[in-house]
């Protein structure tokens, strides 16, 4: 018979052996969290939540190139990995004091910072196998657009830029822009160099028909400038491409100017209805008694403003809709920025929209990385796409938007549009203290006196039509207001009468 071995699964110190491991297996996972109490402050660079991805992949993953660790050495990729290397080459070309060995020493230091930049740990990757991305994915983002701002010709190696522009936008195809710069820095040239250098990635990458705004002239920006240094500075840090694009596209907007229309006087319009309600009641009591009940004049109703209004909701009628309660939309001339939307005098001013093949991808990833980085508090382009969501259900809204000239849309139907509006924000949630919320609370404040306003015309329409269609309506009018008026004065005389007696 075999005997059982003495470290059985059920034995005291089997199960002493496991808790050991485990707890070895723990205290080795807790060493690579940097221990700082406000890690996740310093997170720049997040994949994408699954609720925002996963039913639009397409829109976060690379198609011709890896940046970053996030999709490094996937298959579909690995045709770009030797054209980094042509360009690590060329980096090195740039000067002869330039070494490979200074260039991963200095990558080397950054390890560290980098890896705290990422939502996410990467234990699969080494030291020098992360260094070694670092450097490639670097350079290549350097070598790119320097060849690019030196007018040379990237068509020469074989593959299009647009696909490049458009994995270099992904929020999970990033590294930390420091590096770019420290790679930069390691060229030699100056800090204004580097200031036109930014600058310069800023517009290759903006979308087409974006607006910028110069912070210091308030100018908005259509198209570059003549010399860079017209073009507005970029943000003080950067952390990567996409929050580049972001900072240009979304300049701190702050809040829109709101102007509001001419208020709808509530206590006069039912001052005067009161005042008119009386006259005819008294009439009707004191003349007309006895007259057919088909000349006797019906008593007048005003619509209230309806309690269940819910002014602080986020949700604004489609742009069908507010058309048909009168609004009217304009393109905003002189637009400090592409969230500039205000409402004036019962218009929409919004700012002339292109949109193309890349607009999709790029609403979608500042989309991703606003909600990343912020949260729900400070979302203005998450409440600015939710906005365009709203005025767009159907592609007749898109339609009207087109022929407003607010909306132009290049390469699809009004059908594509308004499918890619509607989808575009699902996953995205935000407060109800959100960017315009002030301007959508007064767009249904001006809704809801239009529609009131409405309502008292057709009552006042009823009124002319009841009483003052035909000359005898007017007289028997006239007579109740003097009825009255002698009413007033005999009541009163009795009133004085009594509390005055003539003396004897």
């Given amino acids: 018979m075999e005997e059982a071995s003495p470290l059985s699964e059920s034995s005291p110190l089997s199960e002493a052996s496991i808790v050991i491991d485990l707890k070895a297996s723990l205290l080795r996972e807790l060493d690579t969290l940097w221990g700082n109490a406000n890690e996740a402050e310093n997170f720049t660079i997040f994949r994408t939540p699954h609720n925002i991805s996963q039913t639009k992949k397409n829109l976060f993953e690379p198609s011709v190139i890896s940046i970053g660790p996030f999709h490094r050495g996937q298959k579909h990729l690995r045709a770009m990995e030797e054209q980094k290397m042509r360009f690590l080459r060329d980096f090195l070309f740039r000067g002869d004091h330039l070494s490979l060995d200074l260039c991963i020493s200095e990558m080397k230091l950054f390890e560290g910072r980098t890896r705290r930049c990422y939502s996410e740990t990467f234990d699969d990757l080494d030291s020098n196998a992360f260094v070694k991305m670092m450097l490639l994915d670097g350079c290549f983002v350097l070598e790119y657009f320097s060849k690019w701002y030196g007018g040379g010709d990237l068509y020469e190696v074989g593959w299009n830029s647009n696909f490049i522009n458009r994995d270099l936008l992904l929020q999970e195809n990033q590294i930390p822009f420091f590096i770019v710069d420290k790679l930069y820095e390691l060229i030699g040239l100056n800090q204004d160099d580097r200031m036109d250098f930014v600058k310069y990635i800023a517009y290759g990458l903006l979308p087409i028909g974006s607006i910028i705004q110069d912070p210091r002239t308030e100018t908005p920006y259509t198209i570059i400038a003549n010399t860079l240094a017209e073009f507005p500075d970029p943000p003080v840090e950067i952390h990567h491409l996409l929050h580049l694009c972001y900072h240009y596209l979304v300049p701190n907007p702050g809040i829109p100017v709101v102007l509001n229309s001419k208020p709808f006087d509530l206590t006069r319009m039912f001052s005067a209805n009161r005042i008119i309600k009386g006259l005819l009641h008294r009439f009707r009591s004191r003349v007309l008694r006895g007259r057919s009940p088909h000349s006797t004049p019906r008593s007048l109703s005003v619509a209230l403003p309806n309690s269940a209004w819910n002014i602080s909701s986020m949700v604004i ?184 007696p003539p003396s004897s």
Avoid at 449 to 463: A, N, P, T, V, Y
Avoid at 474 to 494: R, W
């Fill in 317 to 500: 009628p489609s742009a069908t809709e507010l058309k048909q309660k009168g609004l009217k939309f304009k393109p905003k001339s002189n637009p400090k920025h592409m969230l500039d939307i205000s409402f004036e005098y019962g218009a929409l001013k919004i700012p002339r929209l292109i949109f193309d093949d890349s607009t999709e991808l790029i609403f979608a990833n500042l989309l991703a990385f606003e909600h990343s980085k912020y949260g729900k508090e400070n979302i203005p382009f998450t409440s600015f796409v939710a906005f365009l969501d709203n005025l767009v259900n159907t592609p007749n809204d898109v339609t009207i938007l087109q022929e407003c000239g607010i909306v132009e849309n290049w390469p699809g139907s009004e059908e594509e549009l308004a499918h890619f509006i509607n989808q575009v924000t699902k996953g995205t949630s935000f407060t109800s203290d959100h960017y315009l919320m002030e301007l959508v609370s007064e767009v249904k404040r001006y809704i809801e006196s239009h529609r009131m306003k409405s309502s008292w015309k057709r009552q006042r329409e009823k009124l002319f039509r009841d009483y003052f269609s035909s000359p005898w309506k007017v007289i028997s009018l006239f007579a109740a207001f003097i009825l009255l008026v002698l009413t007033s004065i005999q009541t009163f005389y009795a009133v004085y009468a009594y509390k005055y």
